[in-house]
């Protein structure tokens, strides 16, 4: 690899670091083995720039980082549901009551994309979190934009089955 393989592939990762980190987090449930794939992708990356074929460099790197969480899940034996939810930016909010409130339909709504599989769960954190295009995404997963219209879909339709009964009792007052 040349020097400006290197630097490109450096700046590529750097560019959408919080992006790769935040896939890996959603995907393996915790810091360490985030920080672990990202770091992995990252060798993957610079090891086979010279195989780049062009397009979206941004979903070439966001593949290869779901590519080693993946083997990272894989290597577990079994999909664990995630453990941490990623640290929220922190807000100004003036009253500690609309705070705690928050935080919990925070946690809520990340316990249930949590229990999703994880062709929904990452279609959603790519579409929603990433605000990644459909392209970019079929592009990451290696699937047809069809079906990620379809997992986007089910996903969405899956959280809102599950938060239903809470909204129903916040409507109640309960």
């Known amino acids: 690899m040349n020097a400006g393989t290197a630097n490109w592939v450096a700046t590529l990762a750097q560019q959408h670091l ?3 980190h935040n896939l890996g987090r959603w995907l393996l449930g915790n810091e360490q083995d985030a920080a672990d ?3 992995d992708a990252y060798v993957r990356a610079a090891r086979s720039a010279a195989t780049y074929a062009g397009g979206n460099a ?3 790197w966001l593949a290869i980082v779901r590519n080693c969480c993946l083997a990272k899940l894989s290597s577990r034996k079994r999909e664990t549901p995630l453990r941490a939810v990623p640290d929220a930016e922190p807000g100004t909010l003036s009253e500690v009551e609309d705070g705690a409130h928050i935080a919990q339909c925070r946690t809520l709504l990340a316990e249930h994309l949590r229990a999703l599989p994880t062709e929904y769960r990452e ?8 605000d990644l295009s459909y392209r970019e995404i079929a592009d990451v ?3 047809p934009i069809g079906t990620v219209m379809s997992r986007l879909a ?3 339709a899956l959280l809102q089955r599950a938060l239903e009964p809470v909204a129903q009792e916040q409507d109640h007052g309960l």
């Open 37 to 39: 794939a990202v770091h």
């Open 141 to 143: 997963l290696g699937v």
């Open 18 to 20: 919080d992006a790769a």
């Open 58 to 60: 941004r979903a070439w």
């Open 154 to 156: 089910r996903g969405r």
């Open 123 to 130: 279609t959603l954190v790519l579409r929603e979190l990433e």
